[in-house]
């Protein structure tokens, strides 16, 4: 019968694209990764590898083999966080991450109503960009994350959609832009943008610099406040820009690609290894129904 770990030294062998690699990687001696990879061959009675060459390649059963005990041991991984999980029977504080501008009346609403469900537990709220807030909720400084989310699964974590959230172009009314009838791509490569970037110096997928002259900003905030000194244009939530535009202090473009803003979705991190109990779980609830 084989073992996870043989299918764990499988899969490394693949990933680092060597014996030598992989026992670097697991902190194994070379002879002792290839008797693993034998004794799977022996007990799945499969042969693996080809040993033609000194980089070893995988056979047609090996092929049709690694995706499986890739998942196999994604599983397994998720088996042993559920565990650690379950083992934390009690809250005793709870740590929401949410992006800047997803913060609104109905989520602090729903913050409200926990407070006085669960009075004993410490709740502390945190506020920074998606990309800190799933690096928050991956290292457990975090239990959940409300972000924008960019179509991939993590396999490390929980997720669930929230809804969408539209965004805007948004310009000074005094800016060159303001003026046009119809905003192409290549005006606006023209001006200088203002960027949202994190503080790990990543840009979020739908609004990522296209001008070769920028600014950046690590929060919508802070884009809608120089936007509005004529500093340049800048891709911002329309929730947060309606009071802008409501009172003349900005304008949306008509950006041909995009007429009528770009929609993103949300959604919510949750962590596998921190405790799951009972403020969580009404946590989470309130907002699936949101």
Known sequence: ?????????FVAVCDSGSFSAAARKLGRVQSGVSQA??????????ELFTREKNIPQ????????LPIAKSILHQQHFFDQKVVALEQS?????????????????????????????????I????????????????????IGLIFA????????DFFTLGQMRFLNVVAPSHELASLSLVRDVDLKR???????????????FSYGISGNYWHANTHGLLLDLACKGIGWAVVPEVMAKPYIDKSK??????????????TTTGCLVSRTQSSGPVLQRLIERLQNL
């Open 37 to 46: 990879i034998a004794n799977l061959e022996l007990a799945i009675n499969q």
């Open 1 to 9: 019968m084989y073992s996870f770990e043989q299918l764990k030294i």
């Open 90 to 122: 009690v809250e005793h504080s709870l740590t929401i991450a949410i992006d800047d501008c997803l913060l609104n009346d109905e989520l602090l609403s729903i913050l409200a109503e926990l407070s006085h469900e669960f009075p004993i537990t410490n």
């Open 250 to 263: 900005l304008v949306a473009l008509p950006v041909a690609h995009e007429l009528n803003g770009w929609l």
């Open 124 to 143: 502390d709220v945190v506020s920074g960009s998606t990309f800190d807030i799933e690096e928050w909720v991956r290292s457990n400084q975090a239990h």
């Open 58 to 65: 995988l056979t047609p059963a090996g092929q049709a083999l």
């Open 150 to 157: 960019d179509g991939e699964l993590r396999e490390d974590m």
């Open 191 to 205: 001006h200088r943008q203002i960027i949202h970037r994190s503080g790990s110096k990543k840009e979020l997928w």
